[in-house]
């Protein structure tokens, strides 16, 4: 089955500074992965996904990530953090049963200090 | 730009009501999904629809059912609320997957349910 695995249910980075969040999935067929975001009191926003087509992808905000399949990582990071980052951000794979179901990570909680 | 609207923000329900989320997206979209939120646990999903009338068990059905009787409505219904099922209930649309390409999900705002 697949599943999705965030490292650090909190990271927390002072603006300016890098921002790297972690994930590492298990899937047993080609993965399509996504990242979305959650701000305080709202749904979920897309940030990006890898498709196949290429292994770098860029997204909204300033965000990419780099698919490596050798590492079973898909890893979101972006140069510089704003305080508007400030969110929770979730890395999900879609699963076997198709129609666009997701296997969501358990989330990460990223904090931003002036 | 496709909007995934959820009836209510914040329920607060007894314990033993059957409770009625409903969710509607204007895009036409054939996939609809609910999930639940807890923290720590991410997102789970409990059942999806991908056609009028359709429904397929996710991870977590265990109380709840669903209905989809028009294409743009899909309604979780929980049968008898208990105070395990406080939580946040998250619904999605998304179009079919076409060649194994899988579609973006795109989210509502969310419904925060309390069962007391």
């Known amino acids: 089955a697949q599943s999705v695995t965030q490292l650090g249910s909190h990271v927390s980075v002072s603006e300016g500074a890098l921002v790297l969040l972690r994930c590492n999935y298990s899937s047993s067929v080609p993965p399509y992965l996504f990242w979305y975001v959650q701000y305080p009191n709202q749904g979920l926003q897309l940030l990006l996904k890898y498709t196949s087509a290429a292994t770098l992808v860029k997204g909204i905000n300033g965000f990419e990530a780099e698919f490596k399949k050798s590492e079973t990582s898909f890893h979101l990071t972006k140069p510089s953090a704003h305080m508007s980052d400030a969110a929770e951000y979730f890395c999900a794979v879609s699963d076997r049963r198709g129609y666009s179901t997701l296997t969501f990570g358990k989330g990460t909680m990223l904090l931003v200090s002036p | 730009d496709v909007k995934v609207t959820q009836s209510s923000r914040y329920l607060v329900k007894r314990t033993g009501e059957k409770v009625f989320l409903e969710c509607v997206q204007d895009m036409d979209h054939e996939n609809m999904f609910w999930y639940r939120q807890d923290p720590g646990l991410g997102l789970r999903l409990i059942y999806f629809s991908y056609d009028v009338k359709m429904k397929e068990k996710g991870d977590i059905p265990e109380g709840y059912s669903v209905s989809r009787e028009k294409k743009e409505r899909f309604s979780l219904i929980l049968e008898s609320a208990s105070t395990n099922q406080t939580s946040m209930y998250l619904c999605?649309?998304?179009?079919?997957?076409?060649?194994?390409?899988?579609?973006?999900?795109?989210f509502g705002q969310g419904t925060r349910l309390t069962v007391v």
């Open positions: 999605a649309s998304s179009l079919p997957t076409t060649g194994g390409l899988n579609t973006e999900a795109f």
